[in-house]
Nanobody, 124 residues
Framework: VQLQASGGGLVQAGGSLRLSCAAS????????IGWFRQAPGKVREFVVA????????VYADALQGRFTISRDNAKSTVYLQMNNLKPENTAVYYC??????????????????WGQGTQVTVSS
């Protein structure tokens, strides 16, 4: 499966962005989809992930309540709605697909397919 992340940009603190992860090449509904991010000088970290059906999601503890993940399998797209953004949310955001895990995982190594990333910059 090929993944294309989009929707990043420059936003002021307190603002919102919606990222999209569009998939092609294989049956989208078989994949769990995760979002990860990498800030300058830091390791890539887990943000949120969603099950194949969209019925369950796992969030990084600090982000739940401000970030919301959803998916539209008919459009082969996962969305990440980010509200009340803060400068520390500045990073390149990546979407990734997991075809084999039995559960929605926070672990980067479980995701076999990765998109190219989209830059999110939050100014203070």
């Amino acid at each position: 499966v090929q993944l294309q992340a989009s929707g990043g940009g420059l936003v002021q603190a307190g603002g919102s962005l919606r990222l999209s992860c569009a998939a092609s090449g294989r049956t989208f509904s078989r994949f769990k989809i995760g979002w990860f991010r990498q800030a300058p000088g830091k390791v890539r970290e887990f943000v949120v992930a969603i099950s194949e059906s969209g019925n369950s999601a796992v969030y990084a503890d600090a982000l739940q309540g401000r970030f919301t993940i959803s998916r539209d399998n008919a459009k082969s797209t996962v969305y990440l709605q980010m509200n009340n953004l803060k400068p520390e949310n500045t990073a390149v955001y990546y979407c990734a697909a997991d075809d084999y895990s039995a559960y929605v995982s926070r672990t980067e190594g479980r995701y076999e397919y990765w998109g190219q990333g989209t830059q999110v910059t939050v100014s203070s």
